[in-house]
C-alpha cells in the first residue's frame, strides 16, 4: 500500500512568475540544471547551434525568444519531488498564468534588478495575493547595472505590500559584482560566470572575516555590510506562518545566466515552500492525504507532438494516489476514462508515468472528454472550485483563406478553444467564428498555430464587438426558459463559447447596459469559473 502522507510531504508544486524578460525561463532552465533534470542549459541537444530553453517548446516560441505556453517540469532535488510550472511572462497570455496559478502551492517570483516591479509583476502577484499563495522572491540580473539593493527592497515592499525578508544580499553590481552573502549562514559566496554546467567548487567565504572581505572586495564589501545592518534593523525575522499566509517574502539575489544564487533558491524551495494543502470542492474540503484519487484540469494543450497532432490535459493531482490504467470518473458528464498513457513533464519532452501523488502534474491524452475545469475522480461527485475565464476584451472575425481547408479550420479553432488559448465564438446567428483574446499577440500565434499545426492559413479581421458578457439566469428568475427567450430575442449579438455557454457581444459599454436595464433576470458575467455555468458573483469589468 502506498505511504500517502509520506509522499505528499515530499512534493513541492510552485509556478514561476514575472514580467516579461526578467530571466524567468533562464531561471527555470537553471532550476532544472541544478536539480540534474538536464545537463545543459538552453537545450536537451547539446548542438550550440540548436540551443532552445527546454521549457519553450512551441515553435513560435523559438522564433520570438517568449514564452506563450506555460509548460510543466518535474524533478528530484534532496529526497523532493519538485514540480515547477513555468508561466507566460507576457500579459497578453495572463490567462493561461492565473489557471496555472490554481494548480500551485508557491510561486516564486523573479524581478529584473535594473528594472524593479514592472506591470505584469504586479498583476500576477495580485492573483497569487487573492490565494493567498506564498511567495519566494529572486533579484535577477546582479550581472548588470541595476538599480541599488535597497532601493529595490523599499520598492517591493512599497509597491507589493508585503514585508520582505533578505535571505542573501549582493555584494557590489555589474563588472564589480563579487558574490552574495548569505545572511543565514553567515558566509559569502563569490561570483563566478559561468553559463551552462554546475560545478562543486564554488568558493565560499567567511562572512565573520572582514579583514579578508575589505580587503578583496574594498568599497563594495563595505558598503554591504552597512546595508546588511540597515536592513536587519528594518526587516522582521522571517517568520513561517507569515510567509505561508503570502504576506511576507523571503529575498534572494543572484545571475540565472551565471548559475548564481541558483542553489539557494532551490534549496529555500525545499525548505520553505509549503507540500500540497487541502483544495475546495463545491460540496466538501478535499484533504490531500485522501486515498481515493480526486484532479482537476487546469490546462489543455493542443500539438505538444506535432507529429501526432496529440491534445494533453494537464491534471493536478488533488488527493489519493494514481495509478495508470485505474478507472477514473469525468465529474461533469459522468464519463469514465481508464488513461494508460499518462505522462509526466519535461517541458515538451515527456515520459510514461505509473503513479502520482497529491502536488503533481498527469497529463493524460484528451480527444474532447475533457474541458478546462473538469474534476476526476473515482466515482465521487466533486467539482473544484476557482479555475477562472475572463470576459474577452479585443475581438476578430476569422475566416479561412482556402475554402477546402474550412474543415481544417474548424478542427484547429476547436482545439484552441479548449486550450483557452483562444476564446471561440460561434454565432447564433451568421457563420463567421469569433474570436476573443486579451491581447493582440494571442490572434498573432493562433493565426501561426493555424497554418503551421493545422495546414489552414487563416484570414483575421476586425470585428465591430468590444465587449462580451456570459449570461445566466437563477431558477428562481425563470431560468431555463427566461434564458431561452433571451437569446431567442438577441440572436444578432449571442453566441457561444467552447464549452456551449452563451456570451452577449456588444459594440459599446452602454449599449451593454441597456440590455442589463432591459431584462432584469439575466445575470450579466464578467467571469465564468468553469466549464459548464458554474459562475463567481456577477463582476462588472
Known amino acids: 500500500m502506498a505511504d500517502i502522507p509520506n509522499e505528499v510531504r515530499r512534493r513541492r508544486t510552485f509556478a514561476i512568475i514575472s514580467h516579461p524578460d ?18 545543459i542549459a538552453g537545450s536537451v541537444k547539446a548542438r550550440k547551434a540548436s540551443r532552445h530553453a527546454t521549457s519553450d517548446w512551441m515553435e513560435i516560441e523559438k522564433q520570438r525568444g517568449i514564452s506563450v505556453a506555460s509548460s510543466v ?17 507576457h500579459q497578453d497570455f495572463s490567462e493561461d498564468t492565473y489557471r496555472v496559478l490554481t494548480a500551485v502551492d508557491a510561486a516564486l517570483m523573479v524581478i529584473d534588478a535594473a528594472n524593479g516591479v514592472e506591470p505584469q509583476t504586479r498583476r500576477l502577484l495580485q492573483v497569487c495575493r487573492a490565494r493567498n499563495t506564498p511567495i519566494l522572491t529572486f533579484i535577477n540580473k546582479l550581472d548588470r547595472e541595476v538599480k541599488a539593493p535597497l532601493d529595490l527592497f523599499d520598492e517591493i515592499e512599497r509597491e507589493l505590500g508585503m514585508t520582505v525578508v533578505p535571505f542573501t544580499w549582493p555584494v557590489g553590481m555589474a563588472k564589480f559584482f563579487g558574490g552574495v552573502l548569505d545572511l543565514r549562514k553567515q558566509q559569502m559566496r563569490v561570483f563566478a560566470p559561468g553559463e551552462d554546467r554546475t560545478g562543486g567548487d564554488e568558493e565560499v567565504l567567511d562572512a565573520a572575516d572582514t579583514a579578508t572581505l575589505t580587503a578583496r572586495f574594498e568599497g563594495a564589501f563595505e558598503q554591504a555590510a552597512g546595508e546588511v545592518e540597515l536592513v536587519q534593523e528594518a526587516a522582521p525575522a522571517f517568520d513561517e506562518a507569515e510567509f505561508l499566509a503570502g504576506r511576507q517574502t523571503p529575498m534572494f539575489f543572484g545571475s540565472a545566466i551565471n548559475n548564481f544564487g541558483v542553489r539557494e533558491v ?20 478535499v484533504q490531500p492525504e485522501e486515498p481515493k484519487f480526486a484532479g482537476v484540469v487546469f490546462k489543455i494543450q493542443a500539438n505538444m507532438d506535432p507529429a501526432h497532432r496529440d491534445r494533453i490535459a494537464f491534471v493536478r493531482v488533488a488527493a489519493g494516489h494514481f495509478e495508470r490504467g485505474m478507472r477514473l470518473k469525468v465529474a461533469r458528464s459522468g464519463k469514465e476514462l481508464r488513461p494508460n498513457t499518462v505522462v509526466s513533464f519535461l517541458s515538451q519532452k515527456r515520459e510514461l508515468l505509473d503513479e502520482a501523488y497529491a502536488g503533481d502534474i498527469i497529463g493524460i491524452p484528451n480527444h474532447g472528454v475533457l474541458q478546462l475545469g473538469d474534476t476526476l475522480t473515482e466515482g465521487e461527485s466533486l467539482q473544484f472550485t476557482g479555475l477562472p475565464f475572463f470576459a474577452p476584451e479585443m475581438f476578430r472575425s476569422v475566416e479561412v483563406a482556402d475554402p477546402l481547408k474550412t474543415k481544417q479550420l474548424k478542427a484547429g479553432l476547436t482545439q484552441l478553444g479548449e486550450e483557452g488559448a483562444i476564446q471561440v465564438f460561434r454565432p447564433v446567428a451568421g457563420s463567421v467564428l469569433l474570436l476573443g483574446a486579451v491581447g493582440q499577440l494571442q490572434f498573432e500565434v493562433v493565426a501561426h498555430r493555424l497554418e503551421h499545426e493545422y495546414g489552414c492559413k487563416a484570414r483575421v479581421m476586425p470585428s465591430r464587438y468590444q465587449v462580451a458578457r456570459w449570461v445566466t439566469c437563477d431558477e428562481a428568475d425563470g431560468g431555463e426558459k427566461e434564458l431561452r427567450r433571451f437569446i431567442d430575442a438577441n440572436a444578432h449579438r449571442v453566441a457561444y463559447d467552447a464549452v456551449d455557454a452563451p456570451t452577449v457581444l456588444v459594440e459599446y459599454a452602454p449599449e451593454l447596459r441597456a440590455i442589463e436595464s432591459n431584462w432584469p433576470k439575466i445575470k450579466f458575467h464578467a467571469l465564468r469559473e468553469h466549464a459548464g455555468l458554474v459562475f463567481q458573483k456577477q463582476l462588472d469589468g
Open 22 to 39: 526578467a530571466g524567468k525561463t533562464t531561471l527555470t532552465e537553471k532550476l532544472l540544471l541544478f536539480s540534474g533534470a538536464i545537463q
Open 73 to 89: 517540469m518535474q524533478m528530484e532535488y534532496r529526497d523532493c519531488v519538485i514540480n515547477l510550472l513555468d508561466t507566460p511572462g
Open 266 to 285: 532551490l534549496d529555500a524551495l525545499v525548505d520553505l515552500a509549503p507540500p500540497p494543502g487541502a483544495k475546495a470542492a463545491i460540496q466538501r474540503t
